[in-house]
């Protein structure tokens, strides 16, 4: 299995309902590169995150972390990825500290987090609502607090949808610089993005490429 | 899906499965198979009917009403068979992702019921002579009755989710959870019957069956088989045609049939 | 490793249990709807005591199970909307092993109070003194398996329409055997003959097939709702 | 011969309506399961033509 890139993609095909979305679908990914998927509305750009950390089954394909199949390493692919989805995952009941310590017990396997909790709250402009409970926060600060979890956890892969939804001009730029440090420290990305940012390296994936022209 | 590639047999097997189960393979055979079951069931029936209405002498004990057993038991036997059927059918698409088995097990389903529907009204009709009422608490009857509660749940589940595969994939949950439990409401069941009806007379507990019921029962149970087949059958066409609609196959298909 | 996923089950059962404290209203319900359930039977069938206590394991057992259906929509339902659940799915521990936490976290904030509480109605309900023992311990038996198989409908339901409704009518005839098993257990220690143990080490014998599949199938159904 | 003349066969030693009745509605569980399926086929040839057409005046 030498030769392979660390996170590569073959053949693969998802459907929603009945209906394939996209076939033949391959991509490469190495350390330190990022790939920015684009493609208007209903393409299935979530449906494609959404294989590729796990969360929804594709009709065929191979997709493979270090050589193995995702599907085989199961749980211990889980543990190299951090999934931020279009729901942030924030327990409105919980303070934001309260929630990222939780995602660190849940979610970090053996290895020390990467930031602390305050410290991570620090790097997100979160500091000083530490204490507030979650759903008092604004939707721009529940999706900072989503993306804190990132620096807690410290993932290899970081698959993101619409990251940059509900952030200021801002906090675009400052998670922009987020995922060029954790490219320049040897991390992967794929992101899926309507919004316009500058991220130097990254590179373009068209996903209309890999579908049928619609009727 | 990994975990089953490693067994080469079970492979060979879901390869067998994909190329024959393959909609548009199965819905040619389907429609020349369908003909022929149809007159095997016709033929079952017409001869069952007239072995037990009017052949089989009458019961020393029940007379002429033991009659409904012919009906009754082929179509609790059927209801049981069939939600046997379905879980495994369900089972199938789900592990291994087989659009075919979907298809078959959501159109079980409301055959199933019907035979649960029939083994409940029935029975209700048969122990009104022998009992005097018309509902007896009695433990087939009971279990008959929830199995009925067990198909009308899937079949509403299947009615609730839009998208197909999610909808296939859920009832499949459903079904195997039901299947696992349905001996132990069964035994359950027959437990708590024990109890509190101790010397009740239940309506096939007879010493003995005579040959000349035990004929007319298997031809009519046959002949339920028969025709649950050849419904199965009808039933799985259209519902391939619906989920298939996109293909070009159905579409030359529809094309040619204008 | 071992430790990891144990901190992990710890983790999120005491955050359930946190997060439902803070909202302890959905506690609240399901236990006050088991109370006024069961106080409605005397007004509708008569202070009769003889009655009452010929009905009690019944009517005990029946409002138990109503009111364990009305609380599993908290299950995941919450979870589902704020995405935390869709989290739970990519964490790197076995789902159906954080599934059964937080399954085990819903019966201490429903069947656990509920049991705890049958005592009191058991004496509104005229049952015997000697019975009441056995009610909660059959209760204790009991419950967990109503949290655990309902926990299949409830991740099945996620998000579909009518889910709340449905929830019961695909959960309800999959309760039967705890019914009959505890309900009998009850009034065979309320009476003079059979002795109740056989009747729980039934519902022991169930609940330990429940756990070993319950936990597997409600994350097979956490799968499929949100695939 | 269990019955000798055909309205004895009818009257199923007494319990003509009980017999009758189960039979009845056997049969008629049967004809609805066969019934329905045919003319729910009809209607989806009917959706697919339709859908089909509608494709085809787009092209």
Known sequence: MTGHSLFSVRGLACARGDRTLFAGLSLQLDAGEALHVRGPNGLGKTTLLRALCGLSRPLRGDVRWRGERTSDLAEEFAAEVAYVGHLNGVQGELTAAENLERAVRVFARGQDA???????????????????????????QKRRLALARLLVLRRPLWILDEPFTALDVAAVASLSSLIGEHMAGGGLALIVSHQAFELPGIRDFDLAHFCKARS | MGEFGGFAGVSRLIKFIHKYGAPKRFYRLAGRLVPWFAGVTAL????????????APPDYQQGDAYRIMFVHVPNAWMSMMAYVIMASFAATGYIWNVRLADIMAKATAPLGASFTLTALVTGSLWGKPMWGTWWVWDARLTSELILFFLYVGYMALQASIDDPRRAAHASAILAIVGVVNIPIIHYSVYWWHTLHQPASLTLTSQPKIYITMLIPLIIMSLAFMFFYFTMLLVRVRSEILVREQRTDWVRKLVRSKR | MKGGLLSAMVAVFTRELLVFWRRSTEVMTALVFFVIVTTLFPLAVGPERHELMLMAPGVLWVAALLATTLSLNHLFASDYQDGSLEQLLVSPYPLSALVFAKIAAHWVLTGLPLALLSPLLAVQMALPTKAIGTLVGSLLLGTPILSLIGAVPAALTLGVRGGGVLVSLLVLPLYTPVLIFGAEAVAASAGQGFASVAHLSLLGAFLAVVVSFAPWASSAALRVSLD | MTFSTFSQFLAMGGFAFYVWSAYGFAALVVLINVVQPIIHNRKVWRTLRRDLDR?????
């Open chain 1, 114 to 140: 990467a930031l602390g909790v305050a410290a991570a709250l620090d790097r997100v402009g979160l500091a000083r609502l530490a204490t507030k409970p979650a759903r008092h926060l604004s939707q721009g």
């Open chain 2, 44 to 55: 079952l029936f017409v001869v069952g009917l007239y072995l037990g209405l009017y052949w």
């Open chain 4, 55 to 59: 494709a085809e005046e787009d092209e």
